[in-house]
């Protein structure tokens, strides 16, 4: 493997660093959902949003329950995916070659998976809403949809890293084709 295709040391170094940040940040967030009910405070959070009559008239049956438990644990933990594919890009970059198609891969992927975890925050608002008041009567149920900037922030990093993630896998090819002639 030539030198330009692999990192220098000091940036191999801070590679292995933000991996171990990325998994040191993916189990704190696993250990604040089951230490500190993170699950509850999203619920929470969700239920004091609603108007007091709604919640007065809502009622949780075992499986509205666990389907509104589902839905906070999904916007908990969706994140997990994105440490993930940061973790990925990091060992890809730090074992090389930093110009492979397996290394833009993993920013492709990192791309995709931000994008999954905005439609997965975008969707679950109105889910949650929708699974806390299906069963009350009418009048009485919710379904809100809400689309902010930081979900469009989201959506565009990720559609940035997928791009990026084509221009480098045409530069890889070039690269590779110019490596035959020499």
Known sequence: MSSEQILPRNLK?????MQALALF???????????????????DGFWNQMDSKVRDATVY????QAVVTLIAGLLLYSPLIIFFGI?????????????SSESVATVRMLGWLIITWAVITIIA????FFAMTYANPDGMRVLSVALGTVQLEKILFGALLVV????????VSVAEENRQFV
């Open 164 to 171: 990026l993630g084509h221009v480098l896998t045409r530069g």
């Open 87 to 99: 973790w990925r890009v990091f060992a890809r970059f730090a074992r090389g070659p930093i110009l």
């Open 125 to 128: 608002y109105p889910a949650m």
């Open 25 to 43: 940040s993916a189990l704190a967030l696993i250990i604040y959902g089951f230490l500190d009910d993170g699950i509850g405070q999203i619920i």
């Open 13 to 17: 170094v801070l590679c292995r660093i």
């Open 61 to 64: 049956s075992g499986p509205k």
